[in-house]
């Protein structure tokens, strides 16, 4: 659990407080309606003292559909033992305990005095809940489902001993009684009708998502008394029933005919499909609920909400996606910006890396016409949901460094590239998306330059060119790259990464010796290293224009920088040669952490369209001997600060995170395995004593 108060538990419990209000003032007069006698079962159910395994087993499973856990559990607490902290604009209420503990928890409950309370609000001693527990759709679940839950949360759960925290809430809106008001005018508290113009199929969707899934708590818009406007198709409102909603900073997304049941099926099950990945509390949803439903009733909840009539049906992706790169990629900042700090997770063609990373193209998070989780996102970051699909977490890290215009810049060209064609963001949304967020800022002193502003510069074309050339070097200098390795795939984005090999300042230390070469060497015999040796290519001609805009975008990274100065974050750090590399555990890390990128056998990973998206790490396609990256503790470095991406918030890749055993461990692995040789190896150190890692 997240200690973190989502979107989905500020929004009930903001529509909470706001309730009180609306209850203190109008509910003077209605205090009556506390003293009304508890509901009684009408099949007279008590709690059996042996409960039936099979019985235990159902309420289990409801229990998941409600998502009980998410809002009883607190982060690194017992399970339904309550306490989460849950924020409103009038103070912090605590959920509680739903344990059978019959001190702190429910344990003295009847079945009738539950029923009451999930149906209408009111707990045992008559005490009226806050809205935020969703008592209106879990209304809708049948006695027989009732009474699972009921019989699961009694003899299911072990009782843990964890007293309920008082509220922090003050006058007015702590009078609790006052809410019957509001539950007189809002509350439906019959159970769920089925559609007998529906099939079976239908009708149980139609059960899950109005009742015990509560989809509507966050989908469907509110009303003047902060009341759900529809619970359900039906009605004069019914069509805007899970039609998408303002939740806090988040656009709660329109669920009505939004794609195939496949696909829907596939997003519920592990959290992501060929159109989107969820971000926010839905991944909480998704990991403590939706992951454990069957099949029948995932099917049933996407057969329902495909139903749904919608101003804007599913057509399947746009027509006129680009599965090139968007012409305007290079021409305007945020292509630049995008290409610089996005496109190494979400690809120059938007498609993203599937099982990994999603795509924009098509996502409707990106199309949407209120972009505030788009915005979200870039600020405050992002997690793919845990689930027994995709057990491996990958973390977008905030982009909360970068400015207002930047980042308005960026979301904009991503909100108009590959088929989306949804409006621009200004730079004061984004202020004012910042403002409410208030997000974490990367503090690093590592100077991040800004691509972007290439295009400010005289010679903008060949600075673009020089840029290009390192992030797709394989595909536009096919006759000099042997491999399918690009410049970037050790200098990550584009050479602005701290200790990510970056080309800040570099070119100020040229022309310098080279112990490998025994010589001096310029900027330009060191380009051609790369290209001989992690390339396995052939040498640019020094005086030829690729190789003059390459040095091009090398100097504008040099800023001020002279050849005494020592460069933040220059190389790839160092690592500790005294560390002894174990090579087995090197192949168990490999298959844990770098697999999914790179291959189960160090192939690389490439797209449906087979370009690469990740590179091989061994095999003809990959750096020769020769290579500084073929050197263990050169790639141990590398490795230890800069791999995995997506590992965790460390801006801009959420880079790195092995321990230093670790990443010497994993570089002894692959370095080891087969590559292709280097012709030149035997003028290598001719002067100087060559390293201790050496290939050859």
Known sequence: MNDDVSAKHRSRWRTAGALAVVAAVAGAGIFWWVVTPPRVDEAGRTLPEVADPVLVARGKSIADLGDCVACHTSHGGTPMAGGRPLETPFGVLYSTNITPDPKTGIGTYSFGAFDRAMREGVTADGTHMYPAMPYPSYAKVTPDDMYA?????????????????????????????????????????????????????????????????????????RGIGFQEVAMSEKGADGGKFVSGAKVEEWNAINLRNLWTVADTVELLKTGQNRYATVSGSMTEVIHNSTQNFSEADLVAIATYLKSLPSDHPFEGLPPKIDKGVPEAMFTTRGGLAYAQFCADCHRLNGAGVAKVFPPLAGNPTVGAKDPSTLMHITLTGWKTAETKTYKRVFTMPGFARLGDDEIAEIVSFVRASWGNTAAPVSAAQVKTARAALDPKVDTSRFETPRIANLLMEQNAQQLVRGMRLNTETHTLLP?????????????????????????????????????????????????????????????????????????????????????????????VGKISQTIKPDPENGRQVYVTQCAVCHGQNGEGLMDAQGKVVYPPLW??????????????????????????????????????????????????????????????KANDWPKDKKPADARY
């Open 149 to 221: 839950l009921f019989v699961y949360l009694m003899k299911g759960v072990a009782p843990a001993t964890n007293a309920n925290r008082p509220s922090e809430i003050g006058f007015p809106f702590n009078q609790r009684w006052s809410l019957a008001f509001w539950d007189a005018v809002f509350l439906d508290s019959n159970p769920f009708m089925a559609d007998a113009g529906k099939n079976e199929v239908w009708n149980r969707g139609a059960y899950l998502v109005q009742g015990l899934g509560h989809c509507g708590a966050c989908h469907t818009p």
């Open 479 to 571: 006759k000099n790259v042997g491999n399918v390795l690009n410049c970037t795939s050790c200098h990550l984005n584009g050479g602005t990464v701290a200790d990510g090999s970056p080309y800040v300042g570099v070119s100020a230390m040229f022309p310098s010796y080279a112990p490998r070469a025994g010589r001096e060497i310029t900027l330009e015999d060191r380009i051609n290293g790369c290209f001989l040796r992690s390339m396995n290519g052939k040498p640019l001609a020094k005086d030829g224009d690729d190789m003059k805009a390459m040095v091009a975008y090398f100097d504008w990274m040099k800023r001020e920088t002279k050849p005494e100065d020592k460069v933040e974050g220059r190389g």
């Open 619 to 680: 095999g003809d396609e990959s750096f020769n001997i020769g290579a500084g990256m073929a050197r263990t503790y050169t790639a141990g470095a590398f490795v230890q600060r800069n791999m995995p991406i997506g590992f965790h918030e460390r801006f801009p890749l959420g880079q790195g995170g092995l321990s230093d055993q670790e990443a010497v461990d994993v570089a002894e692995y692959f370095t080891h395995m087969p590559r292709p040789d280097f012709p030149g």
